[in-house]
């Protein structure tokens, strides 16, 4: 038998490894899955992980899908490291993508330099907006965020749906539920020619720098971070605690509402009713594997825009359905949430000779 | 105590050790309690009193050692069978379900040995009526004073056949009086033949009461006597070893140009078992300490929260600094005039269990220059917090340990520096050095004196009337939400101001 033995303390060497564990384990059961489909599993793991970004296209279509996740989950660190927990990324992005158009359309003759960050603010707005009212039902009458945020999500997905079947409808469209398109000077430059890369992922890293300078270097991301770890200590220190709810509540719908319309005024160029599939739930996911932190997100995004890329391959080369992402979405945060037992316990197998154990003890606390 | 070699002790503990992952919390431990005995078990925090007693409760498995009773080999398993032994336990945290009587509450920790409840509630009236101890068996808990709880508590061990009670410092939720009272029961109950462990770090009390003490340090025995033939201080040494300083006497004195004015604070409570505030009223001046008595539960929390600022009170002018009132400032805005504040919980409130020391030195002092334009400037953080660690003597590998990762006292010694270390003109702190042993103890006491010296007001809180008496300079007590007269420390004794804590005192004129 095995037993969980608590540690004492946080291993904080399992607090990274418990990704990559979690990875591992995704990967052992895809493997097994695909063998039970009747799939060599390591050519479908192949088909799924490495063929998607084997040219430059791929690299490129990697960092189209990448940007607006990194954009929601950088955004959500901020307020899980407050302990609010946001589940609305996704709605405050379809709102983003929603007010962003809505701002595009009404421009749609209008030319300058000026239209685009107009267009971009309009988008930040939106989703900025729509996570404002879950801080304000939060700070007002004391409603869970978690209930609201994902109600929240119903109602923007519902209210583009009925804008692109109504007012937001290109009248030149045939009666197809589509807005018109953009003009170019609400469009995203593309970075590289012949790829879909434009400035969108710029932004995204630039906002990842920014919430990282946010996070360790100023007061304002100390006072999120004391409110998520300790609301007594934060309330006796004297920091406002519904000001920081609202503020990392505001950072995080904005973030999520500027991935929204990067996406209508980047690859997309005009309002569908389909314009996320799901980046603002893979965030939350993207935002525990990268344990909160910049870096880890970023590398955690790279792999949840790799999945999705590597669904879609698997659907067009070998038939398999769609749902492949969602499921390996699903079996990574199951293994990772499992793992993460691992920071606070040791697992410990009592046949094993007891000074052993206590020798593996030893050497884990030095590690740490 | 001849008879002691022709009688088995009542229990023998024989080289008992127990290991924890990077502590030795009982290194071959020998005890030996007789009946009729009153043994004291001594030490500081952290010197493995709570585990041995765990060990003799059937809570904690020890590594090594064997348990003798009655002179025969037992491996206690649990606590059921510790109580069928006839072993009894009084823990410092009571563990009674507030909204039901006291027979339900003895009802549901006996389980299947209670009975019927009526048959039950008539044993309990009797085992309270013969040794002294008052008690309404169809009371609810929440109506009780803590000292009536813990009667519950004790009456819960002696309605079942009982040979040895443990009692976890029983004392330090007692008034003076209350003490006393318990002391007589305890002794009643000696004289029957039943055996008592008596943990404390009272040293007077030790002394008046038990017949022998062992006395432990970091998980050894590290002195056996007897309590009576020994003096507090030669007692107390065997407790910290020879390197540390004990406590001394401090110069009281007398000021008159009041800090902190409170009057007429009223407050009802958050807490439906809280206790609301009435018309309190003092002051504390500058370049004194005010100590403020009381048992545990009687409006502390409540008046200590309204002085930080944590709860608001309507009316703004109860509170007063000299600058004007301040009772609807925030926290931040508090200490921004001046104030500065020791919560009672060190983890949790005082500081970030999960942070560093250094994130937990900005923490509160965050106003004395440590953010620059909304930045943190990390270099005078961490200077901060090395000097806090430096002057205050924190033992810690470094400004970048976790606040959890420290011992009580040192944590205590590190959150005191910090409020110091800002030059506050009134300093509140609650129960200063509850659970720190005697060496930081002394020190925080110092540093105390210090900041009262350099014309600090200062107001303690406090359950521990020896600490009070030692430190400060006028003394009153709190009761129900009341707040006694208040006197000058050496006008007054440990006797009036129990009877302040026990309510016996008229209502202070309020000024208009």
């Given at each position: 038998m095995i037993k969980l033995e608590p540690r004492g303390q946080h291993s904080k060497l399992m607090a990274w490894l418990s990704p990559v564990f979690a990875g591992i384990l995704t990967l052992i059961s895809g493997a097994i899955l695909f063998a039970l489909l009747g799939q060599d599993p390591l050519e479908a793991l192949h088909t799924l992980l490495i063929m998607p970004v084997s040219d430059i296209y791929g690299l490129a279509e990697l960092c189209v899908k990448a940007a607006p996740i990194l954009l929601c989950a950088i955004g959500l660190s901020v307020v899980f490291k407050a302990k609010v927990w946001n589940i609305g990324a996704e709605g405050q992005l379809l709102m983003g993508g929603l007010i962003g158009s809505a701002c595009a359309l009404a421009l749609i003759d209008a030319e300058g330099f000026w239209v685009l960050p107009l267009v971009l603010l309009a988008g930040m707005v939106g989703g900025a907006l729509w996570a404002g009212l879950a801080a304000w039902l939060k700070t007002s009458f004391n409603a869970n965020e978690i209930l609201t945020t994902i109600m929240l999500n119903y109602i923007a997905l519902n209210l583009l749906i009925w804008a692109v079947h109504g007012p937001l409808k290109d009248p030149d469209g045939y009666n197809f539920p589509e807005s018109a398109m953009f003009s170019d000077s609400a469009l995203i430059p593309t970075l590289i020619d012949g790829t879909r890369i434009h400035f969108g992922m710029l932004f995204a890293l630039l906002a990842v720098v920014i919430i990282w300078v946010l996070l360790s270097r100023s007061f304002l991301g100390f006072q999120i971070k004391v409110l998520g770890l300790d609301s007594s200590a934060a309330r006796l220190a004297g920091f406002r605690e519904k000001r920081l709810v609202w503020i990392a509540l505001l950072i995080s719908g904005a973030l999520a509402g500027l991935a929204g319309v990067g996406e209508v005024a980047g690859p997309l160029g005009q309002l569908v009713?389909?314009?996320?599939?799901?980046y603002g739930y893979a965030a939350i996911i993207v935002a525990f594997l990268g344990r909160l932190h910049p870096v880890g997100i970023l590398l955690a995004t790279l792999l949840m825009a790799l999945i999705y890329m590597g669904g879609e391959m698997a659907q067009i080369t070998l038939g398999l359905p769609v749902a492949l992402t969602g499921l390996f979405q699903g079996m990574l945060l199951f293994y990772l949430l499992a793992c993460d037992v691992l920071i606070n316990f040791r697992i410990r197998i009592p046949a094993l000779s007891k000074s052993a154990a206590d020798k593996l003890a030893v050497k884990e606390e030095a590690v740490n | 105590m001849a008879e002691a070699h022709i009688t088995p002790p009542r229990l023998t503990l024989r080289r008992i050790t127990k290991i924890y992952p990077g502590c030795v919390a009982n290194d071959s431990i020998d005890l030996n309690i007789e009946p009729a005995e009153i043994h004291a078990l001594l030490g500081e925090n952290g010197a493995g009193k709570s585990t041995l007693m765990k060990v003799i409760y059937g809570l904690v498995k020890p590594d090594q050692g064997e348990v003798l009773w009655d002179g025969m080999p037992v491996e206690i398993k649990d606590p059921a069978q510790a109580r069928k032994l006839g072993i009894g336990m009084v823990f410092q945290h009571f563990s009674l379900f507030?909204?039901?009587?006291v027979t339900e509450n003895i009802a549901l920790a006996l389980g299947d040995d209670a009975g019927d409840l009526p048959s039950l509630a008539k044993r309990i009236r009797e085992v309270s009526e013969k040794y002294g101890m008052a008690l309404n068996p169809d009371r609810e808990i929440h109506t009780l004073s803590v000292g009536e709880r813990q009667r519950v508590e004790i009456v819960r061990c002696l309605v079942q056949p009982i040979k040895l009670l443990i009692l976890d410092e029983?004392?330090?939720?007692?008034?003076p009086q209350e003490v006393e009272t318990l002391f007589v029961t305890l002794r009643q109950l000696a004289k029957e033949g039943c055996a008592i462990l008596f943990i404390s770090h009272k040293l007077d009390e030790v002394r008046a009461l038990c017949h022998n003490a062992t006395i432990l340090r970091a998980g050894k025995v590290s002195g056996e006597c007897k309590p009576a033939d020994e003096s507090s201080q030669s007692i107390a040494r065997m407790m910290v070893g020879d390197d540390t300083p004990i406590s001394t006497d401090y110069p009281k004195v007398l000021r008159e140009e009041p800090f902190l004015q409170v009057s007429g604070l009223n407050r009802v409570s958050d807490d439906p078992f809280g206790t609301d505030l009435h018309n309190i009223s003092f002051s504390v001046n500058a370049g004194e300490i005010l100590g403020i008595a009381g048992v545990a539960g009687n409006g502390q929390e409540e008046l200590l929260g309204a002085l930080s600022g944590e709860d608001q009170v309507e009316n703004h002018d109860a509170i007063h600094f000299p600058h004007g009132a301040v009772g609807h400032l925030s926290p931040r805005e508090r200490r921004a005039a001046g104030m500065a504040f020791v919560p009672?919980?060190?983890?949790g409130r005082g500081a970030v269990p999960d942070m560093s020391l250094k994130d937990n030195a900005l923490l509160t002092g965050f106003l004395t220059g440590l953010v620059n334009r909304g930045m943190i400037a990390h270099g005078k953080t961490r200077e901060f917090a090395e000097k806090i660690i430096d002057r205050y003597k924190v033992k810690t590998p470094g400004t970048e340990a976790h606040a959890e990762s420290l011992s009580g006292g040192n944590l205590q010694k590190f959150i005191i520096g910090r409020e110091i270390m800002q030059n506050p003109k009134l300093l509140i702190a609650a129960h200063p050095t509850w659970g720190v042993d005697i060496g930081a103890a002394t020190a925080i006491h110092k540093a105390l004196i210090e900041l009262r010296d350099k014309g600090a007001a200062i107001l303690v809180v406090s359950e521990d009337i020896d600490e009070l008496f030692q430190i400060s300079d006028r003394i009153g007590a709190i009761c129900h939400g009341r707040i006694s007269p208040i006197k000058p420390t050496p006008d007054t004794t440990i006797n009036e101001v129990g009877r302040w804590m026990a309510g016996d005192f008229d209502e202070v004129e309020i000024k208009a």
């Open positions: 009713p389909s314009i996320s599939p799901g | 507030e909204t039901l009587t029983p004392t330090s939720v007692l008034t009672e919980e060190r983890l």
